[in-house]
């Protein structure tokens, strides 16, 4: 476990630091190279693993590649989360001076392409990925461990709960905290 969990946490300090060094260089990357880090310094890598593994479910090691980052659920999840995240917070970001959004990098691929046009491109992208996922969370074929798709497939839920209509993660206003009470606090 710990050669996963190691790897995991490696893999997402590099692309912290990836982000690091492209805003200080006021660079706009590409949108594989932002999909690509992005997706990874959403934070689901590291944190993914730990309760896939502390589930109650046995993951063998033959498992755990599938189970983890190299499973289509789990890329999914992440795309979802960065999508979301970003089609949501895009104007707070711009506004506190980030330039490498989604839409900043579709942008200077597209160059003749509005904000509009690209939020709008990315709404679908998210819609496509979202349909997805619900297919592969419920394909028996090659399936992953089912602790681990119900996770995954349950944190995105949570995501799309907390990026609804703003940063719910950033900007946790009384709206979050009364999800969470009712989630975590108040009784069923």
Known sequence: MLDYIRKD?????????KEREWSEAGYIPTMNEYLKTRCISVGLVPCGLHPILLMGEVVTNNDLP?????????????LTWRLKNDTTTSEAEKARGQIDSCIACYMKQNPFSTEENALQ?????????????????????????KCGKMFVFNLRQCVMLLYKYKDGYGDS????????????????
């Open 173 to 188: 206003s009384k709206e979050t905290k009364e999800y969470i009470m009712k989630t975590l606090i108040d009784p069923v």
């Open 66 to 78: 599938m189970a983890h980052e190299s499973s289509n659920i789990f890329q999914l999840a992440a």
């Open 9 to 17: 946490w490696e893999k997402f300090v590099d692309a912290l630091m």
């Open 121 to 145: 491109r990315f709404v679908e992208i998210l819609d496509h990925t979202l349909k997805e996922m619900n297919y592969e969370y419920f394909n028996l074929i090659g399936e992953p461990p």
